[in-house]
């Protein structure tokens, strides 16, 4: 895994390794296939350099909602909803952490707070570049997750798709895959048909539906951040984790995966 490869993010979405609708619940099938593909890209792709992302599902967004805590800064927010919602965070990131190192996957963790300015300002300082960086040097993986942010009397919840967005700023991201539950995105919420395979617009037609335990919105938000990132020089995929290969295709570059695709601002003119 070389310095100088490209830089690919893959968020694993609360929705494929968590039990969404039932609280406190992981989901080991597709947190174990998750990184089983991920090991077997490692190791047959040369110079892969993939920066990892997990979402809390129904573990921090459980409690983030019961509590009331968003993306929006509030003052005043309940301690024991701060804290819990820190806590089941860290929890479901240990599962992670003992899955990916299973699968031969080893990551460096890096705490939100590590990573940006004690600010509500979403940009990376320079010391959570060179925690990047470091993570880099020893060999390891950078993972990092959505947590608890705390802005001196106020707090809000950092989310790993504003995170995705921060990285793709400081670092030339190729590409960023958005691991879900589903294969990709419908235009309806009902799921059925066929995935759209090339989104060309921010203000596509689509219905949204956001999960009984999620304080970051539905797949409208997700599809405006993937426009943000599209601008940002990444091609943005969204795909289904929980079927074996499909990430494997995508990092490899394979033009028939299955997936939904928004490519970057500088490749999209070609592909209209």
Known sequence: MGKDGKLIVVKLGGSLITNKDKPLSANIRNIRLASRELSKALS???KLRLFL??????????YAKKFSLGTNQIKSASPEGLSRTAAAMIQLHSIV????????VYSGTILPIELFRGTREMSIAKSGVDRILSVFENGLLPITFGYVNLVGDSSFIISGD????AVARKFA????????????????????????RKLVSSKSSIESSVRHYDVTGGIKSKISVGFELS???????????SKPNRLLAVLNDEDDAVATRIYSVKKATVHS
């Open 173 to 196: 991201v190729e590409k960023t895959i958005f691991l879900t539950d589903v294969d990709g995105v419908y235009p309806s919420s009902d799921l059925r048909g066929p995935i759209i």
């Open 44 to 46: 047959s792709i040369g």
């Open 231 to 241: 601008k940002l020089g990444s091609d943005v995929f969204f795909l289904n984790g």
């Open 53 to 62: 992302i997990h979402g809390g599902g129904s573990f921090g967004h459980y």
């Open 97 to 104: 952490l003992e899955e990916l190192c299973s699968a031969g």
């Open 162 to 165: 504003k995170i995705a967005i």
